[in-house]
């Protein structure tokens, strides 16, 4: 079954998803929310920081808990595993610009959107819990440097 994206591409654009990843899903929207329209190889830098845990992605929406940061951040998180998946279908997208033909040094992530995936059963020893699942999907656009 082929998957409809929610943004329409013409042909300088290329896209990428990833079904059912087993992430968080509100760590998934703070990321995305993150790098949008942003420059690729600026996110993909951004992406390999966070993992590092040099630097924290910044959470607006979801904050509950979490806590302050350093610098002019006021609150933000290291999600370390969401950023490892993500960086995976970015890269994936990129690999699919170069196959169309694209400039990967133009490219700008102008759609990047996570949505809550479906709800799986996990059985343990003593009862269950529903485990997360994310879809995210990813559209690099060719920007021309003016």
Same mark, same amino acid.
Do not use: W
């Given at each position: 079954?082929?998957?409809? %994206?929610?943004?329409?591409?013409?042909?300088?654009?290329?896209?990428?998803?990833?079904?059912?990843?087993?992430? =968080? =899903?509100?760590? /998934?929207? &703070?990321?995305? +929310?993150?790098?949008?329209? *942003?420059?690729?190889?600026?996110?993909?830098?951004?992406?390999? &920081?966070?993992?590092?845990?040099?630097?924290?992605?910044?959470?607006?929406?979801?904050?509950?808990?979490?806590? !302050? *940061?350093?610098?002019?951040?006021? =609150?933000?998180? %290291?999600?370390?595993?969401?950023?490892?998946?993500?960086? @995976?279908?970015?890269? /994936?997208?990129?690999? +699919?610009?170069?196959?169309?033909?694209?400039? /990967?040094?133009?490219?700008?992530?102008? !759609?990047?959107?996570? +949505?809550?995936?479906?709800?799986?059963?996990?059985?343990?020893?003593?009862? /269950? *819990?529903?485990?997360?699942? @994310? !879809?995210?999907?990813?559209?690099?656009?060719?920007?021309? +440097?003016?």
């Amino acid at each position: 079954m082929a998957y409809k %994206y929610s943004k329409q591409v013409g042909d300088n654009a290329a896209k990428a998803v990833g079904i059912d990843l087993p992430i =968080s =899903s509100k760590q /998934s929207i &703070e990321i995305c +929310n993150y790098l949008r329209n *942003r420059k690729l190889a600026v996110a993909k830098k951004l992406l390999e &920081e966070v993992m590092k845990m040099d630097r924290p992605v910044p959470f607006k929406r979801f904050t509950g808990g979490v806590g !302050h *940061r350093k610098g002019p951040m006021a =609150s933000g998180r %290291y999600p370390v595993k969401a950023c490892a998946k993500i960086l @995976t279908i970015v890269k /994936s997208a990129e690999s +699919n610009a170069q196959n169309k033909g694209l400039n /990967s040094n133009n490219l700008v992530l102008t !759609h990047i959107s996570a +949505n809550t995936g479906t709800r799986i059963q996990r059985y343990k020893r003593k009862g /269950s *819990r529903k485990a997360k699942m @994310t !879809h995210i999907e990813v559209i690099l656009e060719e920007k021309k +440097n003016d």
